[in-house]
């Protein structure tokens, strides 16, 4: 099989025309930095020069985009603790973990945090390679609460699609006007499109009704906690930049 191609990061055997490898998430070019010239363009229809107008608010917003990765780290750690039935998944050093081993939630929150880790880094190239993978192990969990929604919204802002985080923020306050994590996609949406009229809208319904709803203490408010207290400080401030 003189044809056998092979992941140069796990060693695991690909198909003649994987673009990615089904074990590790390594680009097959076995480049390290991510796929910069990855066919498709950003997630959602989204092309890559719409990617490229993007960076400028991305790179301004860096240090909240920063406290994505804090945020997922707190949120997520305690995946893989939660389901030791599953059996730990061995990852030899310096490589990735095994996500074909996975379960589709573990897989879909390890996806979550590579994507938010690496805007942390500032790596643009691998948002835009690993965005529709992490997108597509969100949507394969549907149907979507308001939490996996709210991680949708977060991956459409952070890979230039703001057209899914305003989608995700209207599911979620269809169902609940006040929900927060709906009012701060939608915000933050509102923000990316350059719309000030909505961002200030959403961002004054944040701040009215906030202490109400954080009283509620919903799952998904103590998960996201550390993020809504920053979009709250964005709220206050009309003119800060439109970041995720």
């Known amino acids: 099989m003189t044809n056998q191609r092979f992941c140069t990061n796990c060693g695991a055997g690909l198909g003649a025309a994987a673009k990615f490898?089904?074990?590790?998430?390594?680009?097959?070019?076995?480049?390290?930095?991510g796929a910069a010239g990855a066919p498709g363009g950003a997630p959602g229809g989204a092309s890559g020069a719409s990617g490229a107008q993007v960076l400028p608010w991305a790179v301004?917003?860096?240090?909240?985009?920063?406290?994505?990765?804090?945020?997922?780290?707190?949120?997520?750690?305690?995946?893989?603790?939660?389901?030791?039935?599953?059996?730990?998944?061995?990852?030899?050093?310096?490589?990735?973990?095994d996500i074909s081993q996975m379960g589709p939630e573990e897989r879909a929150d390890r996806l979550f945090q590579r994507v938010m880790t690496y805007v942390s880094e500032g790596k643009s190239d691998s948002?835009?390679?690993?965005?529709?993978?992490?997108?597509?192990?969100?949507?394969?969990?549907?149907?979507?609460?308001?939490?996996?929604?709210?991680?949708?919204?977060?991956?459409?802002?952070?890979?230039?699609?703001?057209?899914?985080?305003?989608?995700?923020?209207?599911?979620?306050l269809a169902a609940n006007p006040d929900h927060l994590l709906g009012l701060i996609l939608a915000m933050r949406g509102a923000g990316m499109a350059q719309d000030a009229p909505a961002r200030a809208k959403h961002a004054s319904h944040l701040l009215e009704i906030a202490d109400k709803e954080r009283a509620k203490r919903l799952a998904e408010?103590?998960?996201?906690?550390?993020?809504?207290?920053?979009?709250?400080?964005?709220?206050?401030?009309?003119?800060?930049?439109?970041?995720?």
Do not use: W
Not at 21 to 33: E, F, K, P
Not at 63 to 91: E, K
Not at 145 to 170: E, F, N, P
């Open 21 to 33: 490898c089904h074990r590790c998430g390594q680009a097959t070019d076995g480049s390290t930095r």
């Open 60 to 97: 301004a917003g860096i240090a909240l985009l920063s406290l994505f990765a804090f945020i997922v780290g707190q949120n997520f750690g305690r995946t893989p603790a939660a389901a030791p039935s599953a059996g730990p998944v061995a990852v030899a050093p310096g490589r990735a973990p």
């Open 127 to 172: 948002v835009a390679f690993f965005s529709p993978m992490a997108i597509q192990a969100q949507l394969a969990l549907a149907p979507l609460d308001a939490h996996r929604r709210y991680d949708l919204g977060l991956l459409g802002i952070v890979s230039g699609d703001g057209a899914m985080a305003r989608a995700q923020a209207d599911t979620i």
């Open 221 to 244: 408010y103590s998960d996201h906690d550390p993020d809504i207290t920053a979009a709250l400080r964005e709220a206050k401030n009309p003119s800060a930049p439109p970041i995720g």
